[in-house]
């Protein structure tokens, strides 16, 4: 009975704050490997790495939870959901492989100063294999509320104009960037690979996208915009829910710059950061809602932003200006302000 009674109760306060559950699990999961790779800071191997690799699937990790836990059904075990972990993971470690073996790459990224492999190295990357296999496999649960969040992780299930449209934003704002900061007489920075023949950087910049997209910023998303979004929209507007998920989203990066991930001031750098995912998380809560829910653009989206500065001239300023008016747009376009008509799950 007990048992029973403790069942209720933790299926109770999961479908009454999904948020809280989601947010919890997510927090615990990535800071526990995040902080745990702040003791080999500076040490330049590719344990820290690593680390970082495995704790970020805490959103998507997140996300499925809390949805497996909000519908009350048990553990999905089936057979097809189990051959997709697999196949799953095998295809993300391949991708660590491939980046392994090129190792690093003059003027352009530098995996650690020690490339070698050791125990804890090689058992980071089969977790983080292992997570991303499990969150692409929930695509095909036998759980409906599971499956209906996040079925979109495939792309035969998305609509094709919306992922080609998430496909060439990003180039074209960085772009127009550019030019907008060339007339203005502002600063631009080219990245190394800048002027390198075509069949040159087009490897590099393939293998950096299917990277960041499994395991370095786009396997995000199933969770900020595959359920935090959502659940928040179903009591706030689209608008307010953003502005939410953007200060979690931002103070979940504060480990990377404990751990050295990411080099400067703390502080400096956390304001800044803050600012722009304002207006990111805006625009792919709009992107979101648009697309119907299409999480393989949200991922193809999310990794342009990480991917295209290391390959297009870029300029800070240009960037916030375009940005600025780009979501001044989409808000007053679809009012955002105004709460969503219909209720997720």
């Known amino acids: 009975m007990t048992t029973v009674n403790q069942t209720m109760l933790e299926k109770s306060f999961v479908q009454k704050h999904p948020v809280i559950t989601f947010l919890l699990i997510n927090f615990a999961w990535t800071w ?19 680390l970082v690799l495995a ?6 990790l997140a996300g499925v939870i809390t949805l497996r836990l909000k519908s009350g059904d048990k553990i999905d075990f089936s057979p097809k ?9 095998a295809i993300i470690f391949g991708v660590f492989s ?36 499990w969150v692409l496999s929930s695509a095909v649960s036998n759980i409906k509320l599971v499956q209906d969040r996040m079925k979109t992780l495939l792309p035969w299930r998305t609509s094709v104009s919306w992922t080609l449209l998430s496909l060439i934003f990003y180039p074209i704002m960085i772009l127009l960037a550019w030019g ?40 995000e998303e199933p969770g900020w915009r595959g359920l935090m ?14 502005l939410i998920v953007s200060v979690f989203w931002s103070l979940w990066h504060l480990p990377l710059y404990f751990n050295g991930t990411y080099p400067g001031d703390v502080v400096g750098g ?20 648009r697309s119907g829910g299409n999480l393989f653009a949200m991922v193809l989206l999310h990794t ?24 001044v747009i989409v808000v007053i376009k679809d009012k955002m302000w105004r709460k969503a008509p219909v209720e997720l799950g």
């Open 32 to 50: 526990a490997f995040w902080l745990a790779a702040v003791p080999f800071r500076g040490q330049d191997n590719l344990l820290t790495l690593a």
């Open 55 to 60: 704790g970020g699937f805490g959103p998507a």
């Open 81 to 89: 959901r189990l051959l997709a972990l697999l196949l799953g993971a």
């Open 98 to 133: 491939l980046r392994y073996v090129v190792g690093n790459i003059p003027n352009y990224e530098q995996l650690a100063g020690d490339l070698t492999i050791n125990a804890s190295i090689f058992a980071g990357g089969l977790v983080a294999s292992l997570a991303g296999g």
């Open 180 to 219: 907008l900061s060339s007339l203005l007489g502002m600063g631009v920075e080219y990245p190394a690979l800048w002027g390198a023949p075509v069949m040159e950087s087009l490897p590099y910049y393939a293998l950096t996208f299917a990277l960041v997209a499994f395991a370095q910023g786009g396997n």
């Open 229 to 242: 979004q959502p659940e928040l929209q179903n009591r706030y507007s689209p608008l307010v829910a953003a």
């Open 270 to 289: 956390m304001i800044g950061g803050f600012i722009f995912r304002i207006l990111l998380s805006i625009f792919l809560a709009w992107f979101y809602n």
């Open 304 to 327: 342009s932003f990480n991917v295209m500065v290391n390959f297009l001239p870029t300029s800070d300023a240009g960037l916030l200006l375009l940005w600025l008016l780009v979501v």
